[in-house]
């Protein structure tokens, strides 16, 4: 008896791939906005969260954002010195590279600095990520957790056991230690306990100019306080230095 095609079983998890027309219009747009836009900034992303991520761009409408297929924009923008449409925009594909993404604009550095600088949303960490604080689990019973959740626990490394329906610890946990990488437990727990150490950040990078072609490297205000303080320190042990010449002169003499 032929099988029915009623029968056929389709995953709803199946989408379509988006194939060389989404590519090409892709690039179609990104070259557009290159004419359209003063100023092209190179943004790391960390720790992406999509509603966030929906929030600046609602609240950046006059600009456009650009977040993954790297080769893609790479090719928009123009690989080689060969290939771009404007002086040095090959720079710009070169730093397109893991979790990078393009912003479009025409406000001015100050504007996009110190609003990406103080946009930080906190998010649960991922392995590899840098403990923000020692986390410590005292023995006892872990009423946060349900009974279900026990043998997830244990195969996490927690030392525990069911205690009338409640996961108990049978001993003192150290979770994590601050400035040390976790491990994929260690970050699962600390989901688990509900603690948000990582950021959700832009971080602008690099700043390519349309009016004359450069590009170059941004400095955060952070990189700017150290600059700064390491001017002075220099400024402060140069003059000690006269100091002591001058001194060392008059003694000579």
Known sequence: MPKS??????????????????????????????????????????????????????????????????????????????????????KVSQKLVGQRGLLFTNSSEEEVLDYFENKRYPVHPHAGDLAGETVELKQGLLEQFSHSLEPHLRKLGLPTRLQRGIPELLRDHTVCVKGKPLTPAQASILKLLGKEMSFFHLGMQWCWRRLDGSFEKLLTRSDQSNTAREEASEEENAEMKSEDDSESEEENK
């Not at 991520?53 to 790479?74: C, P, Q, T």
């Open 5 to 90: 095609k009623r029968d056929k079983k389709i995953s709803l998890t199946r989408t379509k791939k988006k194939g060389l027309e989404f590519k090409q219009n892709l690039v179609e747009e990104i070259r557009s906005c290159i004419a359209s836009y003063a100023r092209i900034f190179v943004f790391s992303a960390d720790h992406v969260k999509t509603n966030k991520l929906k929030d600046m761009r609602l609240e950046w409408g006059h600009s456009r954002f650009f977040l993954g297929k790297n080769k893609v924009m790479a090719l928009a923008l123009g690989r080689t010195p060969e290939e771009e449409i404007y002086d040095n925009l090959h």
